[in-house]
């Protein structure tokens, strides 16, 4: 009985191990793939500012956005984050303030300014993009964050695509872009749940 019992728990653990394992591959997977193309809107994921300017990480984002917005990608560029306390700025105005000074008009730019956190900012953008059957949408940040900005994207009713921050300080392959990546799949286990059960 206990050999039945302890081979089952270590297969559990093997089947656990394998699927954490997969899953931080499809996370490298996505953070290496540009699915660039026409959508009905860009989405900045935020980072941090400091006093209305983009940090180095934020403003590889936005330089990436702005290629896509100048290639004809979009005619629209969502741009996301609040404040931390303390800040005189959110994040979405910094990110503003940036691509109007590059010459984007104001008027293509939509805000979603309070969110703290990925799921927060992203649960937001609703408000300022409505999706019917058929929106599409273009998220950019660093690699890392894609498959699981691809995955709220989705289930929020968007038909959700993304492009990799190339510039990022954060490098491919790096020590610190591992410590996200563990990150990023503890954050999509924790999110799976509510996809399954709402």
Request: net charge negative.
């Amino acid at each position: 009985m206990w050999r039945w019992v302890v081979s089952i728990c270590l297969a559990l653990v093997v089947i656990a191990v394998a699927g954490i394992v997969g899953l931080m591959g499809m996370i490298y997977i996505q953070a290496r793939t540009d699915e660039a193309r026409p959508v009905d809107a860009i989405v900045v994921m935020g980072a941090a500012q400091y006093n209305g300017r983009p940090s180095p990480v934020f403003e590889a984002r936005l330089t990436q956005a702005l290629a896509l917005y100048n290639a004809g990608m979009a005619p629209t560029i969502v741009v996301t984050g609040g404040k931390q306390p303390g800040d005189a700025y959110t994040e979405a105005e910094s990110a503003t303030g940036w691509l109007v000074e590059r010459g984007v008009p104001e008027g293509a730019i939509l805000m979603e300014d309070e969110g703290a956190s990925t799921w927060a900012s992203l649960e937001g953008v609703p408000a300022v993009l409505p999706p019917d059957d058929d929106t599409s949408v273009l998220v950019v940040s660093d690699g890392f964050h894609l498959f699981r900005s691809e995955m709220m994207l989705r289930e929020l009713g968007y038909r959700a695509y993304s492009s990799p921050a190339p510039d990022s300080p954060i490098e491919p392959w790096s020590p610190v872009e591992f410590g996200h990546v563990i990150r990023e799949t503890g954050g999509v286990l924790v999110f799976l749940p509510k996809m399954v059960f709402g």
